[in-house]
């Protein structure tokens, strides 16, 4: 399987250390125009809290304003961590956005918290944290209110989100772990598998091998669908490349021991004593990244397409400088023949 990617993104919307949350989410909005230009199909963003690497802890915010600075490119969260809300509120978001963008949004669902225990009670407070065992139903009251078509069990079928439009918006599961496959293939949704949180090289193919054995057909799809999100990071050369996936690894070094304040420069980077337990991490870290010059990254590219059996692919993209980043994008689509938007 080594032709024809789709090729997507996914956005976490990075701040820099010497930078601002302002930039990092007006960087995603010009990064979004620049995805649409060179041909990607969908543009997805993160949900994170009180972490200060990223800006984005409002999906459905940064996607009003990515629809409405681009024209054609799908647009949607990945994901909305949906244990955070009630399903009816998102729902209702998600609709309006629909009724504004119709048939360009796409609501990516997860359980995974998305920040520490603390910042989840602060987000559910004065209500309890809602617990992973009510995700299931969750999903399944988001797809009853977006299709009007509620079960008995459902204590508030005769509410409705508002007038809807020609369509709905593409719901997937978003996971890393066999419990989300086999949700996703249990209900008939479309699955995006994360790669890039660090499992992939091992378990990844199989988990997605999982989903696909157990896919029911629904009315939501037919088939199984899959996506595979890696990190991924591209320049004209190998060690220019390395180079610059050197902030990145130090970025998420920093930010799993506490010490995150934005992703360092290079420079910075090149700088940092490492000690030894730090440098076996970031090693391994890199392992599971996809980072080279054009040739390198579609070899990898390709390799994964066919680990997962599937041409589907999002790819998240984190360095220091703005200009590196949409460069990186801008080669990646140009080296694996994605068709530029006129």
């Known amino acids: 399987m080594s032709a024809n990617l789709k090729l997507s993104v996914v956005d976490q919307s990075p ?9 990092a989410l007006n960087e995603t909005v010009a990064l979004a125009k620049a995805a649409e230009r060179f041909g990607y199909s969908r543009y997805w963003v993160a949900e994170h809290h009180n972490i200060a690497n ?4 409002a999906p459905e915010i940064l996607i009003g304003q990515i629809a409405a600075n681009t024209k054609t490119i799908n647009v949607g ?8 809300y009630s399903a009816f509120k998102v729902a209702e978001v998600f609709n309006m956005l629909n009724l504004f963008f119709p048939g360009r949004i796409e609501l990516g669902l997860g359980r995974a918290p998305g920040s520490d225990q603390v910042t989840a009670s602060a987000l559910s407070f004065p209500s309890p944290p809602t617990g992973p065992q009510h995700y299931p139903k969750q999903v399944s009251d988001v797809l009853n209110y977006l299709t009007d078509q509620h079960t008995d069990d459902n204590l508030f079928s005769n509410v409705t989100v508002g007038h809807k439009g020609d369509t709905v918006p593409k719901v997937w599961l978003l996971g890393s772990k066999y419990e989300s496959a086999f949700m996703a293939a249990q209900m008939g949704l479309p699955f995006a598998y994360a790669h890039f949180f660090g499992m992939g090289s091992s378990e990844g193919p199989m988990i997605v091998d999982a989903y696909r054995k157990n896919f029911v057909a629904s009315d939501f799809l037919p088939e199984p669908l899959v996506n595979v999100g890696v990190h991924v990071l591209c320049a004209d050369t190998d060690e220019e490349a390395r180079r610059l996936a ?3 690894n130090l970025g998420r070094l920093f930010s799993i021991t506490g010490r995150a304040k934005g992703i360092p420069s290079p420079e910075f980077a090149s700088n940092y004593q490492y000690m030894i337990d730090e440098l076996e991490f970031v090693q391994n870290y890199a392992k599971n990244c996809v980072d080279g010059s054009p040739s390198t990254v579609k070899k ?28 990186s994008y801008q080669l990646v689509a140009d080296t694996c023949g994605l068709v530029e938007a006129s």
């Not at 701040?15 to 930039?23: E, P, T, V, Y």
């Not at 990223?54 to 802890?57: K, P, T």
């Not at 590219?301 to 460069?327: A, F, M, N, P, W």
């Open 246 to 248: 050197a902030s990145r």
């Open 15 to 23: 701040i820099r250390m010497d930078g601002s949350a302002s930039d």
């Open 77 to 84: 969260s990945g994901g909305v961590m949906l244990t955070h």
């Open 300 to 327: 990898a590219l390709e390799k994964i397409s066919g680990d997962y059996q599937t041409k589907d692919l999002s790819i998240v993209t984190i360095c220091h400088g703005y200009q590196e980043r949409e460069y």
């Open 54 to 57: 990223f800006a984005g802890n």
